[in-house]
């Protein structure tokens, strides 16, 4: 139970219930859908650039405290972000939930998403937490193309 | 009853109050027993050996194939066939009934209650054939109506599918009036039951179904053993769904003729183990009874059925038609999404399922994504009951403050 209550915190639970981010952009340049089929979770993801620079992004959707939470929160740190800090943050963070990361001190940058971290110890949330960042993984990826 | 927990290793060592029964059940230790004794002195490839530990697997096996026929009234044993769950009996149905007999424009009814494995085949099939796919829809009370059914099933159904037992909402469908109004237009049923057979007496000739199956972990065997019923002359003119080992009469290098039932439809070395597994679990079933299950679950249901109404953030996904409601009760606590709540209630103890429970059409049609799905069986008491809803009352507070209202 303690483990819950910390995974549960306000961070998560402020970004879950009313997110600022869930909307639509007037216009995007990229959206990307992301779902777990298992679950039914779905989001969809919208960005703005601005040259190199994630100038503006939202999501729109519907699943679990953790999915929409995480969705919301990845939307925070990457804003205002080039492309390639964005890669290397989401890279980060599937690494800190994977327990890959060995020097704490990396995690700084994920800013508020380090709330995910002890997700970790709950298995079966470990899709919900990283549904958006994968989806933005796919989405940059796409970009490059 | 409530002494029936110790006889359930898991439920003694673990203290969590199970409630995800619908999904698989948990076994008692006189099913283990048998298993495991099976393995020790009984077991060798069935049907093959001239050696006496063949003969003996042989036997055991066949012998489970008679108790499963008695056990659900089968008129022969070479009637039923053993698969590996439910699905692959469905499956098998699907190919070797389906694939042969639909024609264009013929249509096969389903309700849209089936799980995917009552649903996905026949997507297939009806493509594959050009034929057509229906459904009957559930009302208000998430049952099928009379005129649902009349007005769905007609002169150019040729098949109808339909769960005894709905896996989410817990109805328990008229099956035998569906099976009467079916045969009356000209089509065959395929029943579905794999949530019943856990809690009713499945008697396959009163009920008159040309095909039924069921998975044994559902109802207290190992998992991977299922079972297949099927009208005699209607499994005769089907062809083998598997091909291999065990199910052929002559091979030569272009052509091959099959082994009469059961064995055309059993490739391959068979789960003798599980059919041991089942037929403990059938024993014990039986010496339970289903008159005390039944009586033992309603009043545990119930009891939890009143506990949830008392809770007014609780949407309950049941019929209030109490004699037409299983074991199951899907319930959402407005406003937090079912998976929070398995997780919260999976740290204070609780079992239970989240997610569209393999029924992705029927959420769809019901307008949800997902709910929390507690099932019951023989095994739970009024203190599993309490532990769910304290459970539940503290997932919900962990909410409540930041829920908009």
Request: aromatic share 8%; net charge negative.
């Amino acid at each position: 139970m303690d483990n819950l209550e910390e995974l549960y915190n306000d961070i998560i639970m402020e970004h879950s219930m009313n997110s600022y981010n869930k909307k639509e952009l007037k216009s995007c340049d990229f959206c990307e859908m992301g779902h777990n089929p298992n679950c039914g979770d779905e989001i969809k993801l919208e960005v703005k650039l601005n040259g190199d620079i994630i100038e503006d992004m939202a999501f729109t959707g519907h699943g679990c405290a953790i999915s929409q939470s995480s969705t919301s929160v990845m939307i925070d740190v990457l804003k205002g972000k080039t492309i390639k800090e964005a890669k290397d943050i989401i890279e980060t963070f599937i690494n800190m939930i994977k327990r890959e990361i060995k020097d704490e001190k990396e995690l700084e940058k994920l800013e508020d998403a380090i709330a995910f971290k002890n997700i970790s110890n709950m298995p079966a949330r470990v899709k919900c937490a990283l549904l958006a960042w994968h989806t933005m993984e796919e989405l940059l990826n796409k970009k490059g193309e | 009853m409530d002494e029936l927990k110790k006889d359930f290793p898991i439920l003694n060592s673990s203290n969590v109050a199970y409630l995800d029964s619908g999904a698989t059940t948990q076994k008692p230790q006189a099913v283990i027993d048998a298993v495991d004794k099976y393995y020790k002195t009984q077991n060798a490839n069935p049907h093959r050996g001239a050696y006496s530990l063949s003969i003996e697997a042989t036997r055991v096996y066949e012998e489970g194939r008679e108790k499963i026929a008695q056990f659900i009234s089968s008129e022969t044993s070479s009637q039923i066939i053993f698969t590996k769950n439910a699905s692959e009996a469905l499956n098998l149905i699907a190919y070797s009934y389906g694939l042969e007999n639909l024609k264009k424009d013929d249509e096969v009814v389903l309700s849209i209650m089936e799980h995917h494995s009552n649903l996905v085949p026949w997507q297939f099939v009806t493509k594959k054939t050009n034929s057509k796919l229906k459904y009957m829809y559930i009302n208000e009370n998430f049952e099928l109506s009379d005129e649902e059914i009349y007005s769905k099933i007609t002169d150019n159904t040729k098949i109808v599918g339909i769960t005894h037992v709905s896996n989410v909402t817990g109805t328990i469908n008229d099956v035998e009036k569906i099976i009467k109004y079916a045969h009356k237009k000209g089509a065959i049923v395929v029943l579905d039951a794999s949530q019943s057979i856990p809690h009713m007496k499945i008697d396959v000739q009163k009920l008159d179904a040309d095909f039924v199956v069921f998975s044994g972990h559902k109802m207290l065997s190992p998992l991977g053993i299922g079972v297949l019923y099927g009208k005699k002359n209607i499994l005769e003119n089907m062809n083998p769904f598997l091909m291999g080992g065990d199910m052929i009469e002559y091979v030569y290098e272009q052509e091959t003729t099959f082994a009469p039932l059961p064995s055309k439809f059993e490739a391959g070395t068979q789960n003798v183990g599980g059919v041991v597994g089942l037929c403990a679990a059938i024993d014990y079933i039986e010496m339970v009874g289903y008159e005390n299950i039944q009586k033992h679950e309603k009043e545990v249901v119930n009891y939890a059925i009143n506990k949830l109404k008392e809770l007014d953030y609780i949407k309950l996904y049941i019929t209030p038609n109490e004699s037409n409601h299983s074991a199951v009760v899907s319930f959402n606590i407005i406003g937090v999404h079912p998976h929070d709540v398995a997780s919260i209630l999976d740290a204070n103890g609780v079992c239970v399922r989240s997610g569209n429970h393999c029924a992705q059409p029927l959420m769809r049609y019901l307008g949800i994504d997902s709910t929390c799905r507690a099932s019951f069986y023989l095994y739970n008491t009024k203190e599993d009951v309490d532990k769910l809803v304290d459970s539940i009352q503290k997932a919900y507070k962990m909410f409540e403050k930041y829920l908009s209202k």
